[in-house]
């Protein structure tokens, strides 16, 4: 016990350390020879992701084997040429893409942004576009509004946007549509179409092109002139976003004056042919299609089931190391000396006070502010697998404070009185009698934190972390298959929860020693077993 007692002593003076280590050399400005682009690598044909470096496509930051490619890569590529800067592509959800940007995360965005005055009021963006379009409806092919040529055609229509897009205001225009919850990403709205939920989705022409290219399942509906949205040109005008005050934003105009309408269309064309499709899935099964997607993107899957593990884990174990530490601290006896007193009130409000901001706020929101909002306020630059165990693991510690300070009360409070007796200090007692106990006691609802963990980590594709749901959901981009693709997650989910529940009920098994120790038996019956003097109604 004298051991776990120093080895717990070391993990917790080692993770702060650890913590504001990577902190301190995470302020390093980024080298001027890099120029950042941020993207959601999932807007094809603007951007998507692929596994090769095919048709010019470039290596996404922190992601073994993957490649962004799309318009808004050969963009990117065209203005990093001219910076004299060596591209590097970071992969982004699109609510995450200002708040990298403003805290200098990445230096541009490039995703098909439109410079709205809502966004114009947090960054610049380049007064030359480099891109104009037109708004769409995608529909499912065999839906009834495929024959649609005009707005007041999806009377009644279930229709949405994205969020966070001014296309989701633009649904207004159609005479009674029945108007949806703005959806996060265009993959989620893809399930919605395909599956019945919506009607439709507001999309700009080039990415209902390539969606409708990539699967049969959609149809892109234009509208007759004149009877189509009423649009500003600004509104369809795709422009690069940067910092305020960026002096970069003058060679980015530059670059883009010369970007004409004829080589835009050039390029999109292009590259809604280069996007990669599987045709041959057409012709399959369900079943054929998710063992053919499980084959093709087993790397992809394993290793975003790794990560996942790896952060569960790591993060329940730290947590747990700091559920311990708070436990023993808050159950301490109180100190005669009046200064350490005051201190340890102090102490014992400021991990209250923890407790209930970890516990009541949601672990996505946790994440959004630790890994953007330390990087904008105190500009530090954390590192997104070190920041997604840093959250992980706080985010365990409020909840195991608590759940460890159940444990050591459901301890017979004799014992604390017997060691007392004995003469034993709180240090000691806790060390050599009640934590080994309390770690028993508290061992099925830690198993329990661990699934969780392996489950939530997923809220962490906010901060681009490559888990296994962000591996999944960057498949399913790839090959527009959604429900066979998380129809692949949904069972590696199941099989790492199930088996690590299975494991820890072993471990429960072994930690209650032999098999014949029943604690809730009656013990009438325990030893009417192995005496034939008694009965189940006692001694005869």
Same mark, same amino acid.
């Given at each position: $016990?004298?051991?776990?007692?120093?080895?717990?002593?070391?993990?917790?003076f080692i993770f702060p350390l650890l913590f504001a280590l990577n902190c301190f050399f995470g302020?390093?400005?980024?080298?001027?020879?890099?120029?950042?682009?941020?993207?959601?690598?999932?807007?094809?044909?603007?951007?998507?992701?692929?596994?090769?470096?095919?048709?010019?496509?470039?290596?996404?930051?922190?992601?073994?084997?993957?490649?962004?490619?799309?318009?808004?890569? #050969?963009?990117?590529?065209?203005?990093?040429?001219?910076?004299?800067?060596?591209?590097?592509?970071?992969?982004?959800?699109?609510?995450?893409?200002?708040?990298?940007?403003?805290?200098?995360?990445?230096?541009?965005?490039?995703?098909? $942004?439109?410079?709205?005055?809502?966004?114009?009021?947090?960054?610049?963006?380049?007064?030359?576009?480099?891109?104009?379009?037109?708004?769409?409806?995608?529909?499912?092919?065999?839906?009834?509004?495929?024959?649609?040529?005009?707005?007041?055609?999806?009377?009644?229509?279930?229709?949405?946007?994205?969020?966070?897009?001014?296309?989701?205001?633009?649904?207004?225009?159609?005479?009674?549509?029945?108007?949806?919850?703005?959806?996060?990403?265009?993959?989620?709205?893809?399930?919605?179409?395909?599956?019945?939920?919506?009607?439709?989705?507001?999309?700009?022409?080039?990415?209902?092109?390539?969606?409708?290219?990539?699967?049969?399942?959609?149809?892109?509906?234009?509208?007759?002139?004149?009877?189509?949205?009423?649009?500003?040109?600004?509104?369809?005008?795709?422009?690069?976003?940067?910092?305020?005050?960026?002096?970069?934003?003058?060679?980015?105009?530059?670059?883009?004056?010369?970007?004409?309408?004829?080589?835009?269309?050039?390029?999109?064309?292009?590259?809604?042919?280069?996007?990669?499709?599987?045709?041959?899935?057409?012709?399959?099964?369900?079943?054929?299609?998710?063992?053919?997607?499980?084959?093709?993107?087993?790397?992809?899957?394993?290793?975003?089931?790794?990560?996942?593990?790896?952060?569960?884990?790591?993060?329940?174990?730290?947590?747990?190391?700091?559920?311990?530490?708070?436990?023993?601290?808050?159950?301490?006896?109180?100190?005669?000396?009046?200064?350490?007193?005051?201190?340890?009130?102090?102490?014992?409000?400021?991990?209250?006070?923890?407790?209930?901001?970890?516990?009541?706020?949601? $672990?996505?929101?946790?994440?959004?502010?630790?890994?953007?909002?330390?990087?904008?306020?105190? #500009?530090?630059?954390?590192?997104?697998?070190?920041?997604?165990?840093?959250?992980?693991?706080?985010?365990?510690?409020?909840?195991?404070?608590?759940?460890?300070?159940?444990?050591?009360?459901?301890?017979?409070?004799?014992?604390?009185?017997?060691?007392?007796?004995?003469?034993?200090?709180?240090?000691?007692?806790?060390?050599?009698?009640?934590?080994?106990?309390?770690?028993?006691?508290?061992?099925?609802?830690?198993?329990?934190?661990?699934?969780?963990?392996?489950?939530?980590?997923?809220?962490?594709?906010?901060?681009?972390?490559?888990?296994?749901?962000?591996?999944?959901?960057?498949?399913?981009?790839?090959?527009?298959?959604?429900?066979?693709?998380?129809?692949?997650i949904a069972v590696i989910y199941f099989v790492m929860t199930f088996t690590?529940?299975?494991?820890?009920?072993?471990?429960?098994?072994?930690?209650?020693?032999?098999?014949?120790?029943?604690?809730?038996?009656?013990?009438?019956?325990?030893?009417?077993?192995?005496?034939?003097?008694?009965?189940?109604?006692?001694?005869?």
């Amino acid at each position: $016990m004298n051991k776990l007692h120093a080895r717990l002593k070391i993990l917790i003076f080692i993770f702060p350390l650890l913590f504001a280590l990577n902190c301190f050399f995470g302020t390093k400005i980024q080298a001027k020879s890099v120029f950042r682009v941020g993207m959601e690598a999932g807007y094809a044909p603007f951007n998507w992701t692929q596994d090769n470096n095919k048709n010019g496509a470039v290596a996404i930051d922190g992601v073994k084997n993957q490649y962004a490619n799309g318009y808004d890569v #050969h963009i990117a590529k065209r203005l990093a040429k001219k910076l004299n800067r060596k591209l590097v592509i970071v992969k982004t959800v699109w609510d995450g893409l200002v708040p990298a940007l403003k805290s200098g995360k990445i230096d541009a965005i490039i995703a098909g $942004m439109t410079p709205t005055k809502e966004r114009r009021q947090e960054i610049d963006f380049s007064s030359n576009s480099y891109y104009i379009s037109s708004l769409v409806i995608v529909v499912n092919s065999t839906g009834k509004y495929t024959q649609a040529k005009r707005l007041s055609d999806f009377k009644g229509a279930k229709i949405t946007a994205q969020q966070g897009t001014f296309n989701y205001q633009f649904i207004k225009q159609i005479p009674g549509v029945k108007r949806q919850t703005a959806m996060r990403d265009f993959p989620q709205m893809r399930q919605a179409v395909e599956s019945g939920i919506v009607d439709g989705y507001v999309a700009e022409r080039p990415e209902a092109m390539s969606a409708k290219h990539a699967n049969h399942a959609f149809k892109m509906v234009t509208f007759n002139e004149g009877e189509g949205f009423k649009i500003n040109s600004e509104d369809t005008t795709i422009a690069v976003g940067m910092r305020k005050g960026d002096a970069n934003l003058t060679i980015v105009n530059d670059s883009l004056q010369t970007w004409t309408k004829a080589k835009q269309n050039s390029l999109m064309a292009k590259m809604i042919k280069l996007q990669p499709v599987d045709k041959e899935s057409d012709q399959e099964t369900f079943f054929s299609q998710v063992i053919t997607i499980a084959k093709n993107s087993a790397p992809q899957f394993i290793r975003g089931a790794g990560l996942t593990l790896f952060i569960a884990l790591i993060g329940t174990l730290v947590g747990l190391v700091i559920g311990l530490a708070i436990g023993v601290f808050r159950t301490k006896p109180k100190s005669s000396n009046k200064f350490i007193y005051i201190l340890d009130q102090l102490i014992t409000w400021l991990l209250s006070f923890y407790i209930e901001i970890f516990r009541g706020t949601p $672990m996505i929101v946790q994440a959004m502010v630790i890994y953007y909002g330390t990087a904008l306020a105190f #500009h530090l630059n954390l590192d997104r697998t070190f920041a997604a165990l840093f959250i992980v693991s706080i985010n365990t510690g409020a909840y195991m404070s608590e759940i460890v300070r159940g444990g050591i009360f459901a301890v017979d409070k004799g014992q604390f009185e017997a060691a007392q007796a004995l003469g034993m200090t709180h240090s000691q007692t806790m060390m050599k009698i009640v934590l080994p106990q309390a770690i028993r006691n508290i061992l099925p609802a830690t198993g329990n934190e661990f699934v969780i963990n392996i489950k939530d980590t997923s809220v962490l594709n906010v901060i681009s972390v490559v888990e296994l749901y962000f591996a999944g959901n960057t498949v399913a981009t790839q090959n527009f298959q959604y429900f066979q693709t998380f129809t692949i997650i949904a069972v590696i989910y199941f099989v790492m929860t199930f088996t690590i529940t299975r494991i820890l009920r072993l471990i429960e098994k072994k930690m209650d020693g032999q098999t014949n120790y029943l604690p809730y038996a009656n013990q009438m019956q325990v030893e009417d077993a192995s005496d034939s003097h008694y009965s189940l109604k006692g001694r005869i």
